[in-house]
């Protein structure tokens, strides 16, 4: 028999980039094929050549559609990929739209570059074009929640419920008898009854994030503190601007903020979701409805679509969306992305920033160095599209939102998990957080941890 090795081609060390390469000697499985993003000599690497042969690859295996775990498919089909990408439904609809969008955001930053001329290359070049992303996503392959993918030499697989966003997985994988759980990101335990699945399964190794392993998110009602800011920053004239991602997160921001007008509690102004994917990622959403915890479940029953809300405009094209953005009425503007790394939120904060009326709120995490990571942490001016933006609207951060687990939530997840693995190699996390999580399970279960390094190879045995 072979050696099965587990080498970490991104996401190690830091939150982005997701790529793990499993390998038995003659079968080689990517499981999640992310994006890097945040800092630039992080988002450079997505322009190295591929660790191995991209054509070599037997499948890759995909735990959710957030583009750090996804957004490279495009580029590992046009450097030579040719096998499938297994995922679940709900994933494969959401890469529908979103690396098509991405696809077009890296087009138009290029084009955006070439026109100024402030890119410092000859030529920007999109890392791949929409055309790529269409391509990609005819690859997918959406597997059924517990059913058992057989591959023809040593790979058998099957996912479980992350609880993380619509669709999102465990990976448990067998290579050549040797059990591996990927847990892409690990979704949260909400009092509305959302919550990542208890394996029936062991596993020998687990393959494990740590975005939140030094933090714990906080867990009080947040409505009120939603309602209160939206109510102050309308009531002096100004805007709400919400950098988001147009799934999981906006749509559940979206069902708060219209039941706090339904109740009154803010008043009953324009709802901008400017994204040209939202009216599709919102079909998306009802589509799988039965999937929600309890408290959306009833939202969505009392409140119907969004695309059918009289306050909500779906700004799908620019002049749609420079409309929204030039308007001078108070409105709440939800646009990606939602670490102000680009898209068309960056036209937004532009305008909106420079005003003290206006509010920024991010209800997501803040990769280090990005725009969004500059702002909540005090930057007074950051540079958007060449030019330097004063910022002084008030900037609010809400981590309820975060559909990650903080480090609580994945102990009590560990809790669940039947028998101890040989070993738990920590991913997806800044280094003081994966430090953090690791000296908690050793000190709570006595498990064998270890923080996986860029590149780092290890033997399974
Ligand atoms: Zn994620």
């Given amino acids: 028999m ?31 094929c992310g994006l890097f993003q945040g800092r630039k000599e992080l988002r450079l690497k997505n322009w190295e050549p591929f660790p191995i042969p991209p054509k070599d690859l037997d499948a890759v295996g995909i735990t959710h559609a957030h583009l750090d775990h996804s957004g490279y498919l495009p580029r590992l089909v046009t450097g030579g990929f040719h096998g499938l990408v297994y995922c679940s439904r709900p994933t494969a609809d959401l890469l529908g739209i979103l690396l098509p969008d991405a696809a077009h955001l890296q087009e138009e930053d290029a084009e955006f570059a070439n026109k100024k001329g402030f890119s410092k290359h ?22 059924m929640h517990k059913q058992v993918v057989q591959m023809d030499n040593g790979f058998q697989f099957h996912f479980h419920n992350a609880g993380h966003i619509l669709g999102s997985k465990f990976l448990h994988v067998t290579a050549d ?30 393959v494990m994030e740590s975005t939140y392993g030094d933090r714990l998110h906080p867990k009080d009602d947040v409505r009120p503190r939603l309602a209160k800011v939206i109510q102050e920053t309308v009531k002096q004239g100004g ?73 909500v405009h779906f700004d799908k094209t620019v002049e749609e969306s420079k409309q929204a953005s030039s308007s001078r009425y108070p409105a709440i503007i939800i646009s990606s992305s939602g670490m102000a790394t680009g898209g068309r939120v960056l036209h937004h904060l532009a305008q909106r920033l420079p005003d003290h009326r206006n509010t920024v709120l991010f209800v997501g995490f803040q ?14 001016t950051v540079k958007i599209h060449g030019e330097e933006i004063p910022v002084r609207a008030r900037i609010e951060r809400f981590e309820e939102f975060s559909d990650h687990a903080d480090y609580e939530e994945m102990l009590r997840w560990l809790e669940s ?45």
């Fill in 367 to 380: 990769a280090p160095e990005t725009r969004g990571r500059l702002i909540c942490d005090g930057a007074g």
């Fill in 2 to 32: 072979n050696t099965v090795t587990l080498q970490f081609l991104g996401a190690a060390g830091t939150v982005t980039g997701s790529r793990h390469l499993l390998s038995t000697g003659d079968r080689d499985l990517l499981v999640d």
């Fill in 417 to 461: 998990f039947p028998g101890a693995p040989k070993q738990v190699f920590l991913v997806h996390g800044e280094p003081e957080a994966a430090r953090a999580l690791e000296q908690r399970i050793e000190k709570k279960f006595g498990w064998g941890v270890h923080v996986a390094q860029p590149g780092e190879k290890v033997a399974l045995h």
């Fill in 122 to 143: 000859a030529k920007a070049l999109p890392l791949y074009t929409a055309e790529d992303a269409q391509d990609a996503l005819r690859h997918l392959r959406p597997v």
């Fill in 177 to 206: 008898g040797v059990r591996v759980l990927f847990t892409g990101d690990v979704g949260r335990y909400r009092a509305s009854g959302g919550k990542p699945e208890t394996l029936p399964d062991p596993a020998d190794y687990l």
């Fill in 239 to 311: 805007t709400v601007v919400i950098p988001a991602f147009a799934v999981e997160r906006t749509q559940r921001l979206l069902f708060l903020i219209r039941s706090l007008m339904e109740e009154g509690q803010i008043p009953s102004v324009p709802i901008h979701i400017d994204s040209p994917m939202a009216i599709e990622a919102v079909k998306i959403f009802m589509r799988y409805s039965e999937e929600f915890d309890e408290e959306t479940k009833a939202m969505v029953k009392r409140l119907g679509s969004p695309l059918n809300w009289p306050q």
